[in-house]
């Protein structure tokens, strides 16, 4: 079976209960299970306005994606500093998402404000992130990431389709690196279908072939990696087809649950 | 690597259904847009929108609200294109689906109804195609479709598909319509193109369905194609949010990548069917992005929101059907709504319907996140 192989440069998620990435994960100290009230701090380490307007879908999403980015040695290098916020030099990377909830929360939210009572008006902060893909946009302005953008909804909400559409932009050379994951909200919502766990993964590829430079060979080698067959739609050499969730696959490529601290 | 040829397609729009009365109310010069009687639009600035006359609520049995009808409206177009290779895959681009369902259960006093998020949708399409995957959605704001049109041809040409379908479809609601209104993008007379004088977007609703075919599968099946997608390119703008790049950077970079990938010259490009919001910023992002790649005098562009609205998620498709007829006749309808060109558009849009010799049509949109897709068809071999 004709093969190739991504790196798995970075990883990052947010899930009830933890967030962070690989020897760096914050617990959620007051409601276990739970989300907290993320803040740029908490996240970026560092006030950003943008952060508090997002609604909590997009914060999930853009969280993660700022964890994976993180642990990928990226997040701080090349920022150019502005008047407000570090900038970050513009990079031709592409970022896909899965989801099967998208923003429905937030469209409950804004549905409110159009069903309440008399006076009350539409919001317009609110309605900007009714569209799913708005926090990539998010990601991409924080980041600096130039490549495409999209969201890819599908009723399992594992973001297999988004891997898989990820490892074709690897394959084919279109990007050196993708960022690509799975952002859900709550399960609150009450649908007839069965929902995927609530919560957000990133991970940050790399292709083998890339001139990107990884940190360092030793590096390089110890990364774990994807490998998709050109024919099929997913083939991963681990094999690993009991592998149900994004969250599944990042843990048993890197050999370690996620959602544990380290010692 | 494949060809990748669009072998059928079809359209709904507030013209009504199909690619001719599409096609030829354009270059009649008419318009579709009306006030809106689905909703009280008394507290929003725009009281127009692109509507289309005949989609009744359809009861669906498993569910106790009605079938929504964007799944009505799915169903003429399914039924338009008739049969279809059960393996193939569905790409759906939609941004809101049926998003109106959500008046009806916002209260959570009933469990939502299967058809409200837009993950939904394919499943259920995929269905009504009797195809054996469900495939899945691409949300990219309003340059959804055009998104979906990349990355199925790029599935064909990678050899991963041999067909795909794409259904770009999005529906005037009052959610939707009041967002707009809310974040000040409305125009409150209709929408008015790359005008001098344009105040804003109309909203129209409608759907397009496109099937793309490899070459594998044309000559297998003895398909005439309707024309071929020859290039695409995606590029975001990093820059604002719900505002495009002032100098079309982003746009600019999706043109490029679109040729490249066509291994096509820019000065072969001469006809541009552009997004054309009749937004401010929108119509003078593009306006930049034009000038900058291609000679003023060498290019004819339209937007066709001033006659149908912004159909969303489902501009992208509706407009690249409309490139087939283009190429297929040799002609650009007018842009509607268009008195008096914006500065640096005199040369490039015209309020009347002009004919052409060319082969290929560029096709642009952009949409909120900064995205922006560009595809190049070709005229049927």
């Known amino acids: 079976m ?26 959620f100290k007051d409601s276990p299970g739970m989300f907290p009230s993320l803040s740029a701090l908490s996240v970026l380490g560092t006030p950003y306005k943008p952060f508090g307007r ?72 609110l309605f900007a992130y009714t569209l799913p893909s708005c926090f990539l946009g998010e990601a991409a302005i924080y ?6 953008t999209l969201m890819i909804e599908d009723e399992q909400g594992l973001g297999f389709n988004a891997l ?26 009450g649908t007839q279908q069965k929902s995927p766990e609530p919560g957000a993964l990133f991970l940050v590829l790399q292709a083998l072939d890339s001139d990107h430079p990884v940190r360092d060979l030793s590096e390089k080698e110890n990364m774990p990696t994807i490998t998709q067959s050109t024919r099929e739609p997913l083939h991963f050499l681990c094999n690993e087809s009991h592998i149900q969730t994004m969250q599944g696959l990042a843990a048993k490529l890197y050999d370690k649950t996620p959602f544990k601290e380290k010692k | 690597m494949s060809r990748v040829f669009i072998t059928k397609t079809t359209v709904a729009t507030a013209f009504g259904f199909g690619l001719d009365e599409l ?43 009605n079938q929504p009808r964007i799944l009505t409206l799915v169903d003429r177009l399914v039924r338009d294109i008739g049969t279809t290779a059960p393996d193939a895959l569905l790409i759906t681009a939609s941004t809101k689906g049926a998003i109106e369902l959500l008046e009806d259960c916002h209260d959570r006093k009933i469990p939502l109804p299967r058809g409200l998020m837009v993950s939904d949708l394919p499943g259920i399409i995929s269905k009504k195609l009797h195809l054996y995957r469900s495939g899945f959605n691409i949300s990219a704001a309003c340059a959804s479709s055009t998104v979906a049109l990349a990355k199925g041809a790029q599935m064909i040409r990678d ?20 967002g707009f209104s809310a974040i000040g993008a409305m125009s409150p007379d209709p929408a008015r193109p790359f005008d001098i004088h344009r105040t804003g977007l109309t909203l129209g609703e409608g759907g397009a369905l496109l099937v793309l075919a490899s070459e594998k599968e044309l000559n297998q099946t003895n398909k ?51 997004h054309g919001t009749g937004t401010l910023y929108n119509d003078a992002m593009e306006l930049a992005a034009i000038r900058a790649l291609f000679s003023p005098q060498s290019v004819m562009a ?80």
């Not at chain 1, 970075?10 to 690989?22: A, D, I, Q, R, S």
């Not at chain 1, 909590?56 to 040695?73: D, E, N, R, V, Y």
């Not at chain 2, 008419?30 to 600035?45: A, H």
């Open chain 2, 23 to 65: 096609f030829h109310s354009l270059v009649a010069g008419r318009t579709s847009l009306s006030r809106v009687t689905r909703f009280d639009t008394s507290r929003y600035i725009s009281k127009h929108a692109g509507m289309i006359a005949d989609l009744s609520f359809e009861k669906e049995k498993a569910c106790p609200v």
């Open chain 1, 2 to 27: 004709k093969g190739a192989a991504a790196i798995i440069r970075g990883m990052g998620w947010v899930l009830p209960g933890f967030m962070g990435y690989p020897g760096h994960i914050q617990k």
């Open chain 2, 159 to 178: 050899g991963r598909e041999h067909t795909v379908i794409i259904i770009g479809v999005d529906l005037v609601s009052e959610f939707v319509f009041s």
């Open chain 1, 164 to 189: 898989s559409m990820a490892m074709d932009n690897l394959i084919s050379g279109r990007y050196p690196m993708v960022v690509c994951g799975v952002c859900n909200c709550g399960s609150s919502t």
């Open chain 1, 143 to 148: 980041h600096g990431l130039t490549g495409e």
């Open chain 2, 224 to 274: 005439t194609p309707l024309a071929e997608i020859i290039g695409w390119g995606i590029a975001g703008d990093a820059a604002h949010l719900t505002a495009p790049a002032r100098d079309g950077a982003g746009l600019k970079s999706a043109i490029e990548k679109a040729c490249r990938s066509a291994n096509l010259l820019m000065d072969r490009i001469r006809i541009i069917s552009c």
């Open chain 1, 54 to 125: 997002m609604d909590q879908f997009s914060k999930l999403g853009f969280s993660a994606i700022a964890f994976a980015m993180a642990h990928a040695g990226m997040d701080l290098k090349d920022s150019v500093n502005t008047k407000k916020y570090p900038k970050r030099k513009k990079r031709n990377i592409a970022m896909i998402a899965g989801s099967r909830t998208g923003s429905l929360e937030t469209d409950f939210l804004y549905q409110a404000t159009l069903s309440g009572e008399k006076g009350i008006l539409p919001s317009p902060a």
């Open chain 2, 302 to 381: 339209n937007s066709i929101k001033g006659a149908i609205g912004h159909t969303l998620g489902a501009a992208g498709a509706i407009e690249a059907a409309l490139c087939i007829k283009m190429l297929n006749k040799g002609s650009i309808p007018g842009t509607i709504g268009l008195q008096e060109q914006d500065t640096g558009a005199e040369e490039i849009f015209s309020s009347l319907t002009r004919e052409f010799d060319a082969e290929h049509v560029l096709t642009i949109n952009s949409g909120f996140g900064g995205i922006n897709a560009a595809l190049i068809l070709k005229d049927a071999p």
